[in-house]
């Protein structure tokens, strides 16, 4: 996941205004998208390899990726606006002009990083105000398409407070049985995050301050479910709960609702966090497009 970290303070930086562009309202989705771009980071693994200052310009089959996920987005019935968190809108511009196409169809606007995502986050809810429910992903998440957003908003719809999306490890073996993924092990199966959230009410910020508490820990999962307490630690070595009971558990930790919304994408759960990475979503993205027909 990209993080942001180097313009706290910043002024916000609106997306052009541009003559016939779509305002939110005559659209008919009820989400606001907010996509994590990140900030220029050094030390970066892909865009380093790539000689790139940030890792959501680089192109991935012939386009950045950032502006793959927009697409997305652009094209799910349940997207009504974008905020797009990054911390040079100048660069995002310059590199992507194609978003000033999509600001026909979608109202778009960029906020500068926070601190952390979770400041990120918690910023571009205090500056939109009353824009819920939000749903998030992140600018690696080049194989987003509209039918993994739409499903997950979707059944998003029937739940309160946070909606988190997972794949089952059974799906990606199955379909990418060579894609290393961080999974979450449970009764049943075992998860992998699919870099969808659904804040679908404002209790939903106690999980946003909570996570502020674990966001370093998210790529080791026991550490991540020892900072749930204990008990929970050990049902989660032992795999004693079960999907819905380890969300009940994680609810009251929280003091907000969370549910798991499982997608049957083996994709959703692939995005761009290593060179491999790079490479499977490269000969996957060129997969799709020998397979898309030609107009006659």
């Known amino acids: 996941m990209a993080t942001c970290a180097s313009n706290a303070g910043k002024p916000l930086v609106a997306a052009k205004t541009h003559q016939g562009k779509t305002t939110p309202n ?9 996509i994590l771009a990140g900030s220029r980071r050094a030390d970066d693994p892909v865009a380093s390899v790539f000689g790139y200052q940030y890792k959501a310009l680089v192109p991935i089959a012939g386009q950045p990726m950032v502006s793959r ?5 652009v094209a799910s019935k349940s997207v009504k606006s974008i905020v797009i968190v990054f911390d040079n809108s100048e660069s995002l511009y310059a590199s992507c002009p194609e978003l000033l196409i999509a600001a026909d169809k979608v109202e778009i ?14 910023n571009v809810i205090k500056t939109t105000g009353t824009s819920w429910p939000y749903l ?18 979707t059944d998003a719809f029937g739940k309160s407070g946070l909606a988190v999306g997972l794949v089952e490890k059974k799906y990606l073996d199955a379909k990418h049985p060579n894609s290393k993924r961080t999974y979450l092990p449970f009764r049943e199966t075992d998860l992998s995050g699919a870099n969808l959230f659904a804040f679908m009410q404002p209790q939903a ?9 674990v966001e370093r820990k998210r790529k ?13 630690f050990l049902g ?24 798991a919304i499982r997608l049957p994408y083996a994709e959703a759960a692939i ?20 397979s898309i027909p030609v107009p006659v």
């Open 236 to 259: 989660f070595l032992m795999k004693r709960f079960t999907v819905d009971q380890a969300f009940d558990r994680a609810s009251v930790r929280l003091g907000a609702s969370v549910r």
């Open 220 to 232: 080791k999962p026991w550490k991540l479910f020892a900072a749930f307490g204990w008990i929970n």
């Open 271 to 290: 995005d761009v966090d290593s060179p491999k990475d790079f490479v499977q979503v490269s000969e996957i993205l060129e997969n799709r497009a020998q």
């Open 136 to 153: 998030v992903t992140t600018a690696d998440h080049a194989l987003l398409t509209p039918q993994m957003v739409d499903e997950f908003c």
């Open 205 to 213: 910020m106690n999980a946003i301050e909570f996570w502020r508490k």
């Open 26 to 34: 005559e659209r008919s989705g009820a989400f606001t998208a907010v």
């Open 109 to 122: 606007s960029v906020i500068s990083c926070g601190t952390s995502i979770c400041d990120s986050l918690a």
């Open 69 to 73: 996920v927009v697409d997305a987005l």
